[in-house]
């Protein structure tokens, strides 16, 4: 059976993009979980890849950075086209 799409090395790249679309626009955590309405622990899994986001999940948190959902997508897939990290 393969792998669930969490433990493939494209969803590493997705959790760095995350991370780093995340320091750019917040300094921590918190402040992210706070514009979301969550609490922090959920910006942490999703970090660590221990929680799946869903398209609009990825919205929510693209907006709260002031990221453009499309924007990131297609860096997501530069990242992947380019060779994953």
Do not use: W
Request: charged share 30%; net charge neutral; glycine share 4%.
């Amino acid at each position: 059976m393969p792998p669930k799409s969490i433990h493939k090395a494209e969803y590493k790249v997705l959790q760095r993009l995350l991370r780093e679309m995340r320091t750019n626009a917040h300094p921590n955590q918190a402040d992210l979980a706070a514009l979301l309405g969550r609490k922090q622990s959920y910006v942490s899994d999703v970090e660590h890849g221990s929680r799946r986001m869903d398209l609009l999940q990825l919205r929510e948190f693209c907006l709260a950075c002031d990221q453009d959902l499309v924007d990131f997508v297609r860096r997501f897939e530069e990242e992947i086209a380019g060779g994953l990290n």
